[in-house]
């Protein structure tokens, strides 16, 4: 949750294609960096691989052979877990898939409809308005959960969807991020120009504006996807039914059952497994997309 | 943050539109216009951010008085109490406590982090490194995996009865040092931290040196200048004001630092259920049901991080925003 | 400009949209027609199975489960619950410990008019921690906990070591195993598990709260807590007894590779131990706890009841529920059979509890020997602030385990007395 909240704050720039560095040329082989950053991979990769491998052991075996070979029971696991309380597993991962996904985007298009108004008008309260909505950066998540549930509860809204779905909205950071892509990426000049056509500032913002902070916006909405996805806090306070459980706070569940049950390491091994496995999907998938159009920005421009 | 090199960018603010001139309709494009746009953020950021805060802080102001053995509806109130919940949450040694290990794990991680995610940056950046590819991927990887799942997973490398690098000290003949032992335990979180975080600030300022034009370094490549002093004298310069950036920011989320901690606490008795600020405003507020002195500890923490904050914000407008205003 | 606005206020609209369409899946509101519905927070494994039965013969009044995180956090989301005045279940799984937090909170109805002639189904002890002491009633008992010693027969066998009946001999049992073989341990001193040692405390005679008149008082640093205390803090500074916490993976591998070849556990032991190393099955045997004096004694560790929340619109059909669940013998077997519980209800426990658990098949008197020891569970108050307790608990003991001396033990009963008392004075009881 810490480090994990850091700021791509050169991210929004825009990449120009570096001339002389295409893949043909990479001059003579570096071993050295190239197996310093095999180390690296191997540290980051070495717990991945021991879920792995953990999730293939039954439970006797996780407690009995500490090695990093491999058993055969990930289809038994994988198995019991759907059977796990009528497959509820697959729920939480649906769940997940709402909170963090639907979370998400609302979340990206609040967060640049706000920093394209910040970054290209001038109006009075502009930067009083961009300071209160950033200090929201620096409020704890766990600060805010307890008054966040009174609040709901005002509205009978604790154990919804909503109650998880609807404070993740909002991201100062998210704002933030979009001020800094829209100065980037929106010339001035072309709203000007659309603006003389008469189009409505809405209309400028949604097909103009939007469509050239793209790389950005797929930028702030992997970002908020992670966020809504690591906020252990607030669901597990605001919800009660297991049906409405995050991935998350389910698996959580699996291991604190009281002193009178059994923790289910197998099962949330294997659940961790399966949880991370489309979240890595969607990483690699949307990595390449926004390394791409930054560039192809770069090229039209 | 640096000026984008762009042509794209040039970033005058745009006088918001105006049409015939009349007062009024001046006064709409130039005030309403930009408020109506800003309305869905504001009215979220009022509902679930500023409201809460407002209602902490009132919180912080209260406590519960019980009268008699307080058993039965009616038995307990809330009522003011002026400043006392204050009072004990700074006079608490655990608090204090808290508050200096939290700032040895940030002078701990983040040069750490930041450090290897430097040196890992300028590497994939490095001419005729191979694989770059797929160390990049790798070490960005773990930045999917969510804390409470990392913090359990490195929770099991770290118990010397389950781990498989005990397992191989073991068959080494080596003494392994024991992590989550109270000496070790702070090391132990940092690198948990350090595992999800290092591959995100890696791809952050490798974004910005891959935004510098090799011009530069051919110069300096004709003037017999090495990789290494290129990378040290003028890739490191040149990416420094997001190095700058990443530190801020990785120095506000130590102070946040809890569910690394909390995750790996029943592992061990290293660990104290107020072992980091907010863990004992979790614990106070969850396990001890009082939640006006876990709004007071609250307000404590957010009064200290607004100072960070009053810095971040100056130096953030001062090097982002400088182009527009 | 319109557009504008309206775009500007999709928040808004949005917001009021969502709770005028009343998505709330809040239970609770049968209305007019239709059966009533109530929600039941849990957290025993499989209690689902045994709601179904009753959902089927009573489609008038269905019961949903609503799977929990064990214990504390259950009770912390139940009660801020009630502090914002909705958002409560009608049903609440409550451990014995938490119910005077609970009635404290004015988180659990007062149910004995429906549920009043229920007294000789249970214990004294029990029933006396879902009444606290008074004409209320605030839970129907569902399980409880009297803690046994589990050893491994094989190990000891193999150590030519005798099950331990006195403290004296299991300290003497403890260093003998350690010497013969420095890898196993007969148990581990838990500093994460207050239920446990308040168990054991329970055991030597402590009883940690206590009412007088309109007075809480307070004793867990008082001679019984202490002894048992010192007692453990010695072996562990001995080094003979294991000072790493339970329930954690390193302890689960020590149950499987016999590292830990001792367990003072409760009655519910056999669940944990077949989900935890399955293939030592038969390898167990259960024992009444070692003894301080001459008097046979245990403590009770774990157990839960059944409690109806303040915030029910069906308190009526809710209490008919719950006594149900926890009286009635088709119930209670099933309680039994699918859920593995212990059940409070002593007639129903003899009926339904015929054979051992499958893990301890080789222990056919299993529960003969858990109902002798039923018998023997010391009576102990709980107070309004057990989770503050507790929590000191985990803190003071595990910096006492993590030093390994003796005197950290006993200067840990003292923090947690001062603690305690803090805390209640704090929120304006008076403390005796």
Redesign the interface.
């Known amino acids: ?16 294609p ?4 295409s893949r043909g040329d ?6 050295i ?2 197996v ?3 180390l ?2 191997l ?3 070495l ?2 691989f ?2 792995l491998t ?1 999730s293939t052991k039954d439970g006797s075996e ?2 009995s052979t ?3 070979a491999p058993s055969s029971h990930l289809w038994d696991n994988i198995v019991e877990l759907t059977a796990y309380r009528d497959g509820v597993f697959w729920r939480w991962m649906l769940n997940t898939a709402l909170y963090a996904g639907v979370g998400a985007l609302l979340s990206t298009y ?2 640049a ?2 920093g ?9 309260g ?2 009083t ?1 961009f ?10 998540g ?3 959960a ?3 549930y ?2 709901f509860a005002q509205f009978g809204l604790t154990n919804t969807y909503w109650s998880v779905l ?2 993740q ?2 991201s ?1 950071y998210g ?2 991020l979009a ?2 892509y829209a ?3 929106v ?3 072309v ?2 120009a659309a ?1 003389t056509e008469g189009a409505g ?2 209309r400028i ?1 949604s097909t103009i504006a939007t469509s050239m902070m793209l790389p950005g916006l797929v930028t702030i909405f992997l970002f908020q996807f ?1 966020a809504i ?2 906020n ?1 806090l607030l669901p597990y306070i605001m919800l009660g039914d297991d049906g409405l459980f995050p991935i ?1 706070v389910g ?2 569940g699996l ?1 604190n059952q009281g002193a009178t049950v059994p923790a289910l390491y197998t099962l ?1 091994i294997t659940g ?1 497994l399966l ?2 496995l489309p ?2 999907a969607m ?2 998938l949307l ?1 390449r997309f926004w390394r791409v159009d930054l560039a192809a ?2 090229v039209k ?1 | ?2 000026i ?14 105006r049409r015939s001139g009349g007062g009024a309709s001046s006064f ?1 494009s ?16 009022l ?3 500023a ?3 407002v ?2 802080v009132y ?1 912080s102001f209260q ?14 109130k809330q009522v003011f109490v002026g400043f006392e919940n204050y009072v004990a949450a700074l006079a608490d040694p655990e608090f204090a406590a808290s508050i200096g290990r939290v700032l040895l794990y940030g002078l701990v ?1 983040v040069p750490a ?1 930041l450090g ?1 995610a430097l ?2 940056a300028l ?2 950046d ?7 590819g ?2 990049r ?14 913090s ?6 770290y ?6 690098f ?2 191989v000290f073991d068959a080494l003949g080596w003494d392994a040092p024991e992590i989550l ?2 000496d070790l335990v702070l090391f132990g979180i940092a690198n948990i ?9 890696m ?3 490798y ?2 040196l ?6 530069i370094y ?1 110069a300096a490549k004709l003037d017999g200048a090495s ?1 290494v002093d290129i990378a040290l004298r003028i890739k490191v310069p040149i ?1 420094a ?2 190095i700058v ?2 530190s ?3 120095l ?3 102070l ?5 901690p909390t995750t790996l606490r ?9 072992w980091t600020p ?1 863990m004992k ?3 106070d ?7 006006y002195s ?2 007071a500890t ?1 307000v404590v ?2 009064l200290a ?2 100072l ?2 009053f810095l971040f ?1 100056r130096i ?2 001062k090097r ?2 400088g ?3 | ?1 319109r557009k ?2 309206r ?6 609209l949005a ?1 009021t949209a969502l709770i005028t369409s009343g998505c709330s899946t809040d239970a609770g509101s049968g209305g007019g027609s239709g059966p009533v519905e109530l929600t039941y927070w849990a957290w025993a494994p499989n209690l689902e199975k045994v709601v179904d039965i009753w959902n089927e013969k009573n489609p008038d009044i269905q019961v949903t489960v609503n799977k929990q995180d064990g214990g ?2 259950a009770v ?1 989301k139940l ?1 801020t619950a009630i ?1 914002a005045g909705s958002g409560a279940p009608d049903l609440m799984q409550a451990e014995y410990q938490k119910i ?2 609970l ?4 988180a659990l109805a007062d149910i004995s008019d429906g549920a009043a002639d229920l007294e000789n189904h249970f214990a004294e002890g029990v029933w006396s921690s879902v009444t ?1 002491g ?1 004409d ?1 009633l605030y839970a129907v008992p569902q399980d409880t906990g009297p803690m046994m010693f589990y050893y491994r027969e094989d190990i000891l066998n193999q150590f030519g070591l005798s099950v331990p009946t006195t403290w004296e001999e299991y300290a003497d049992v403890a260093r003998k195993l350690h010497a013969a073989d420095p890898t196993k341990y007969l148990g581990t001193f838990s ?2 598990d207050a239920g446990w040692f308040t168990g054991l405390a329970q055991q030597a005679g402590a009883s940690w709260w206590s ?1 007088d008149g ?3 008082g307070v004793e867990i640093e008082g001679d019984a807590t202490t002894t048992v205390a010192d007692y453990w803090g010695g072996l562990v500074e001995e080094g003979v007894i294991d ?3 339970m ?8 149950l499987n590779d016999g ?1 830990q070849v001792g367990w003072l556990s409760a009655v519910w032991a056999p669940g944990v131990l077949a989900g935890n190393a399955a293939d030592t099955a038969g390898l167990w045997k259960a024992a009444p706890m070692p003894q301080w004096g001459s008097e046979q004694a245990t403590g009770n560790w774990g157990g839960s009841s059944t409690g109806v929340t ?1 915030q029910s619109e069906h308190k009526e059909e809710a209490t008919e529920f719950a006594t149900w669940l926890n009286t009635d013998p088709e119930a209670i077997e099933a309680l039994v059979k699918t859920a593995n519980i212990y059940p409070a209800d002593q007639a129903g426990a003899d009926e339904a509890l015929t054979e051992p658990p499958a893990f301890f098949s080789n222990q056919p008197d299993f529960y003969e020997v858990a109902a002798g020891v039923a018998d023997t569970v010391s009576p102990f108050t709980y107070g ?2 057990v ?2 307790a ?2 000191a608990y ?2 003071e003991f ?2 006492a ?2 030093a390994r001396t003796r005197t950290a033990f006993t200067d840990a009963v003292a923090a947690m007395q001062d603690i305690t008392v803090a ?1 209640l004075k ?5 403390v005796k």
């Open positions: 949750m810490t480090a994990t909240a850091t700021a791509p704050v050169d991210l929004p720039r825009v990449a120009e570096r001339p002389g560095k990479r001059g003579k082989p570096n071993w960096a190239t310093i950053l095999l690296g991979a540290y980051c990769l717990p991945v021991w879920v953990a996780l407690f500490f090695t990093f609040v967060s409809l706000s394209y108004v910040l970054a290209k008008f001038t109006f009075p502009k930067s308005v300071s209160v909505l950033l200090m929201g950066v620096l409020v704890p766990v600060i805010l307890i008054p966040q009174f609040l609807l404070p909205i909002i100062p704002i933030y001020r800094i100065a980037a990426s010339p001035t000049d709203i000007e603006r500032e809405m913002f992670v996805w690591n252990f998350t698996l959580n291991l949330v961790a949880s991370v979240l890595i990483f690699l990595q920005g770069a421009a | 943050m640096t984008p090199r762009s042509r794209t960018a040039a970033a005058t603010p745009v006088p918001a539109r709409r130039r005030v309403l216009t930009p408020y109506a746009m800003l309305a869905p953020g504001i009215v979220l950021f509902a679930f951010m409201a809460p805060i209602y902490a919180l406590k519960t008085q019980v009268t008699g053995l307080g058993l039965g509806s009616g038995a307990r991680l982090m290897l040196l890992f590497l994939l490095a001419r005729g490194t191979r694989a770059a797929f160390s991927v790798a070490i960005f990887l773990p930045y999917a995996v969510p804390a409470v799942i990392s359990l997973l490195w929770g099991f490398l118990l010397p009865g389950v781990s498989p005990y397992f032992s109270s931290a350090l595992w999800g975080g290092v591959g995100f600030n791809i952050v300022m974004t910005s891959k935004a510098v034009p090799t011009e051919e990789e990416i004001p997001s950036m990443t801020l920011f990785s506000i989320a130590t946040q630092v809890f569910a690394e029943p592992l061990s008795n290293s660990l104290s259920t107020s907010l405003v979790y614990r507020a969850f396990t001890r049901d009082d939640i876990a709004a609250s923490i957010a991080t607004l960070l904050s914000l953030v407008q982002a925003f182009q527009e205003d | 400009m504008l606005l775009a500007g206020t999709v928040a808004v917001t504390d956090p912390t009660l502090k005077p937090t009635v404290s909170a004015d606290l008074g209320a500093a994460n009412i309109d007075a809480w000072n790493k916490p329930y954690t993976p390193e302890w689960n591998s020590a590292g303040t309004p602030n989770n503050v507790f929590s985990n803190d595990a910096k385990a993590e805390d704090k929120s304006g009881f008076t």
